[in-house]
């Protein structure tokens, strides 16, 4: 049965992503691999949230984090939408470059703490709107908003199509976008979740595949979250297309090196560079799909 949305706001307003030792906490790894606990919403507890989420995607960044993938530039002084805020990391990155920011969550622990971020920033007067909203029934007109975009959020929606629908009406004609969404053709979904806990550990004999990756993605310390269901890339073209005049969808690999290592320990740093990469753009976790509204 596919969870409704009360359940799923109370899952993360209970067990947000902090980027913590264990997720939903406050206890984080600290620069010389201790451990460090801080007050939830205090600047510590930010600048830990941070630092774990930039080491994680150290490839996507330039001069600026995630600079490989977000054009700060091409929109300074427009309206960005960020759909599923969380903590409010990237929505402050987008402030801080510029941008007129509008942050969205279902959970209100998200819109608590990214408001709470925001004041520690010295942005809460710069005229940023941060509040709670359901992806699938935003409350904003047609054509508001000039880029939105997503990280890792709308794989826990139960209706991943009308979110992605509702995130292109609210975008001006030519605006751009950018979704990441987990990847079913994955090294760790096939690996970690359909062969090791699916067929090895036979939970798939009692666990739907949507009930299998529920279970053993984010929060899977804990028995999981409500709902969690990866795409193919081929799956993501068919779901932007209808929206998109430009679409690119492609693997962001940044998990693969981590992985492997834990299912190959120590044979990672005899692989070949250039294999590695190839790899990651392949069968890595996170799938990219940008571009711009027809």
Same mark, same amino acid.
């Given at each position: 049965?596919?969870?409704?949305?009360?359940?799923?706001?109370?899952?993360?307003?209970?067990?947000?992503?902090?980027?913590?030792?264990?997720?939903?906490?406050?206890?984080?790894?600290?620069?010389?691999?201790?451990?460090?606990?801080?007050?939830?919403?205090?600047?510590?507890?930010?600048?830990?949230?941070?630092?774990?989420?930039?080491?994680?995607?150290?490839?996507?960044?330039?001069?600026?984090?995630?600079?490989?993938?977000?054009?700060?530039?091409?929109?300074?002084?427009?309206?960005?939408?960020?759909?599923?805020?969380?903590q409010?990391?990237m929505?402050?990155?987008? /402030?801080? +470059?510029?941008?007129?920011?509008?942050?969205?969550?279902? *959970? !209100?622990?998200?819109?608590?703490? &990214?408001? #709470?971020?925001f004041?520690?920033?010295?942005?809460?007067?710069?005229?940023?709107?941060?509040?709670?909203?359901?992806?699938?029934?935003?409350?904003?007109?047609?054509?508001?908003?000039?880029?939105?975009?997503?990280?890792?959020?709308?794989?826990h929606?139960?209706?991943?199509?009308?979110?992605?629908a509702?995130?292109a009406?609210?975008?001006?004609?030519?605006?751009?976008?950018?979704?990441?969404?987990?990847?079913?053709?994955?090294?760790?979904?096939?690996?970690?979740?359909?062969?090791?806990?699916?067929?090895?550990?036979?939970?798939?004999?009692?666990?739907?595949?949507?009930?299998? /990756?529920? +279970?053993?993605?984010?929060?899977?310390?804990?028995?999981? *979250? !409500?709902?969690?269901?990866?795409? &193919?890339? #081929?799956?993501?073209?068919?779901?932007?297309?209808?929206?998109?005049?430009?679409?690119?969808?492609?693997?962001?690999?940044?998990?693969?090196?981590?992985?492997?290592?834990?299912?190959?320990?120590?044979?990672?740093?005899?692989?070949?560079?250039?294999?590695?990469?190839?790899?990651?753009?392949?069968?890595?976790?996170?799938?990219?799909?940008?571009?711009?509204?027809?």
């Open positions: 049965m596919i969870a409704g949305k009360l359940a799923i706001a109370d899952y993360w307003a209970a067990r947000p992503q902090t980027y913590a030792v264990e997720h939903g906490g406050a206890t984080f790894l600290g620069a010389d691999h201790e451990l460090v606990t801080v007050d939830p919403g205090s600047r510590e507890f930010f600048e830990h949230a941070d630092r774990t989420l930039l080491a994680w995607n150290r490839p996507l960044h330039d001069h600026d984090p995630f600079g490989r993938i977000f054009p700060y530039a091409r929109y300074r002084g427009k309206a960005v939408l960020e759909v599923g805020c969380g409010g990391g929505s402050q990155m987008w /402030a801080e +470059r510029g941008a007129r920011v509008t942050a969205v969550d279902l *959970n !209100p622990d998200a819109i608590a703490k &990214t408001r #709470r971020r004041e520690l920033a010295g942005l809460a007067a710069a005229g940023h709107t941060i509040r709670q909203e359901d992806a699938s029934a935003l409350s904003f007109g047609d054509a508001s908003f000039n880029y939105a975009y997503s990280w890792g959020v709308l794989h929606s139960p209706d991943l199509d009308r979110s992605v509702e995130l009406r609210v975008l001006k004609p030519g605006g751009g976008f950018g979704v990441m969404l987990y990847n079913r053709r994955s090294l760790l979904y096939g690996y970690q979740i359909a062969y090791l806990e699916g067929l090895v550990h036979a939970e798939r004999r009692f666990l739907s595949p949507l009930e299998l /990756a529920s +279970r053993y993605t984010d929060g899977d310390r804990e028995e999981g *979250n !409500p709902h969690t269901w990866p795409i &193919t890339a #081929r799956e993501a073209r068919r779901l932007f297309a209808r929206h998109a005049s430009r679409l690119e969808v492609r693997v962001l690999g940044t998990d693969i090196e981590p992985l492997l290592d834990q299912v190959m320990p120590g044979l990672v740093r005899r692989i070949p560079r250039l294999i590695l990469k190839a790899w990651a753009r392949r069968w890595g976790w996170s799938l990219w799909s940008s571009g711009e509204k027809r």
